[in-house]
């Protein structure tokens, strides 16, 4: 199993037939514009990410994950989940829309692992998802 794509944005919207709406999608950088950045602290901010994974069909499934937002290497949000796909899919996606959060700039990552009882599956470390950039 492996990471096949992570996606920024500001919401994702489950829909029918399996499908998944992403509004806001970000490329390579969120950036704040404020007026006095010498005095800014961090910035409130809901952020989503899409999660999907490439799995073979002799793998085993993961049955819950845990996960965390990293700022500049630090460990923020973090979240417990259960997963929920069916066997036999190839791409598995993970959906996890958090709450507002405070972000301060710098390069804005996340860590995943992902479980089956208590055997880790897969553990991924991204240190630099996205940067996050006051102006």
Request: some cysteine.
């Amino acid at each position: 199993m492996k990471l096949y794509d992570a996606i920024f944005c500001d919401d994702i919207r489950h829909e029918v037939n399996n499908k998944f709406s992403l509004m806001g999608i970000y490329n390579e950088e969120i950036v704040f514009h404020v007026p006095n950045k010498n005095e800014v602290g961090p910035q409130l901010f809901k952020l989503s990410l899409l999660l999907r994974f490439k799995i073979n069909k002799e793998e085993q499934y993961p049955e819950r994950f845990e996960f965390a937002y990293t700022l500049n290497g630090v460990n923020i949000q973090p979240s417990l989940g259960m997963m929920h796909q069916n066997n036999g899919q190839e791409i598995i996606v993970l959906g996890l829309a958090h709450q507002t959060m405070p972000l301060q700039a710098g390069d804005l990552g996340f860590s995943i692992k992902l479980f089956k009882k208590n055997t880790v599956l897969l553990n991924v470390e991204e240190s630099c998802g996205i940067k996050i950039i006051i102006k």
